[in-house]
């Protein structure tokens, strides 16, 4: 079973910067495996941030939600097992807490982010940002 630990969650002014990491140990598969972030703010339902999806030849393909192309950066690192989330140009709407999560899903159910579908997750950690 995969456990996932998240870490680098913080306080920030708008137009500041995070990096979450998410750790994973235990059993994960190297082909047909999603990993990403989710966010859930108070009151509204969880939200899929980006995920990166690692294909059958181990080549990998990432997905973004509309509100953080361009600012958010998802990357992974095999060797050491953690996925990262990079956020830059943070704002007020970004605050919630943010969730790594994982499972081996098809890159199509990956890239609808379908939270439901993914059966290893974080403990969270909380991103707030003042205006």
């Known amino acids: 079973q995969v456990q996932l630990v998240e870490s680098g969650g913080g306080s920030v002014q708008a137009g500041g910067s995070l990096r979450l990491s998410c750790a994973a140990s235990g059993y994960t598969y190297s082909t047909n495996y999603c990993m990403g972030w989710f966010r859930q703010a108070p009151g509204k339902a969880v939200e899929g941030v980006a995920n990166i999806f690692t294909g059958v030849f181990g080549g990998t393909t990432t997905y973004y939600v509309d509100s953080v192309k361009g600012r958010f950066t998802i990357s992974q690192d095999k060797g050491k097992n953690t996925v990262s989330l990079q956020m830059n140009s943070l704002k007020p709407e970004d605050t919630a807490m943010y969730y790594c999560?994982?499972?081996?899903?098809?890159?199509?159910?990956?890239?609808?982010?379908?939270?439901?579908?993914?059966?290893?997750w974080g403990q969270g950690t909380q991103v707030t940002v003042s205006s």
């Open positions: 999560a994982a499972g081996r899903l098809s890159e199509r159910q990956c890239a609808a982010q379908a939270a439901h579908l993914l059966d290893a």
